[in-house]
């Protein structure tokens, strides 16, 4: 009997193992703030109810997701970083990129905003009042999109933050949702996408200080990996996803995800240049 038990469990399993073999699905090295804004939990079932392929997110800052690209471990990259893109690609990691949507970054901060920002529209000015009150300042640390934009500013600002930073500066090395929680629990001022501030729930005092500089312009890329370089790459999965995103129905499942009323992204697929 147990002869007979066993010989029908590995047919059964032998069965199986087509469909298990048939399972579709690719790795997307994506930022932060695609997955804790709540995006990629909207769009990924749409996609595979569309498609039959999962798709298995892997979320990092836009440096770590492209290394993890260089090594091949992902199919496709998601990210928010142009110059960082470009140079995955000159390297021949990526085969061509896309532009997806944008949204911005702003600035956030304490109600009692020591360095007197509040309602300024100019981020330059802001940082440089941060940095002369010594005023706490979080950062990502992390090589992320977010983290590249706030070195860029501080260099813009005329502010060498490597030589200059002191205790009032400090570094997390931690994705934009653990990085809220450490400027809420410091009352720290912070650069964030408004994607993941829209969807913070640990907020504690702080509140937007500065926002609608177009400097804080904040645009998506998504890229095939080069299967040229990384065989393994499942490039004709990988190329319906992005052909997907950047199709009118991915376009406007992007432009859909809402949280209280309030988009948090904004398709951009067919802007020149963007």
């Known amino acids: 009997m147990d002869m007979i038990r066993r010989l029908l469990l590995a ?11 048939q399972e579709k699905f690719i790795v997307v090295a994506s930022t932060t703030s695609t997955e804790q804004s ?13 498609t039959g392929i999962q798709v298995r997110v892997v979320a990092l800052g836009t440096g770590q997701a492209l290394d993890l690209a260089r090594r091949g471990d992902a199919d496709v990259v998601f990210v928010h970083a142009r110059s960082a893109e470009e140079k995955f690609l000159a390297e021949g990691h990526g085969v061509k990129r896309f ?8 600035l956030i901060g304490p109600k009692s905003d020591p360095a007197m920002v509040a309602g300024g529209r100019d981020i330059l000015e802001a940082l440089r009042k941060i940095k002369a009150a010594a005023a706490p300042f979080v950062s990502r640390g992390d090589r992320s999109g977010t983290h590249i934009a706030e070195l860029n500013l501080w260099k813009l600002a005329g502010i ?5 930073k002191g ?25 964030s996408d408004r994607g993941t501030w829209i969807s913070f729930k640990n907020r504690g005092d702080l509140v937007i200080e500065v926002e609608g500089d177009k400097r804080l312009f904040n645009q998506y890329g998504v890229m095939l990996v080069n299967p ?12 319906t996803f992005v052909d ?28 020149p240049g963007a």
């Open 228 to 239: 040229a370089k990384h065989p393994n790459v499942k490039r004709d999965l990988g190329q």
């Open 11 to 21: 047919a059964a399993l032998f069965a199986a193992l087509p469909a298990l073999a």
């Open 244 to 271: 997907w995103v950047t199709s009118p129905e991915g376009q406007k499942a992007i432009a859909e995800y809402k949280i209280g009323g309030e988009q948090l992204f904004f398709p951009d697929a067919g802007v």
């Open 167 to 191: 205790p009032w500066y400090k570094d997390t090395g931690q994705g934009m949702g653990p990085a809220l929680n450490t400027a809420t629990a410091m009352g720290a001022y912070i650069l």
């Open 160 to 164: 060498d933050i490597e030589k200059e």
């Open 99 to 106: 532009p997806v949507m944008y949204n911005d970054f702003v």
């Open 38 to 50: 709540g995006l990629f939990g909207y769009l990924l079932p749409i996609f595979r109810k569309k």
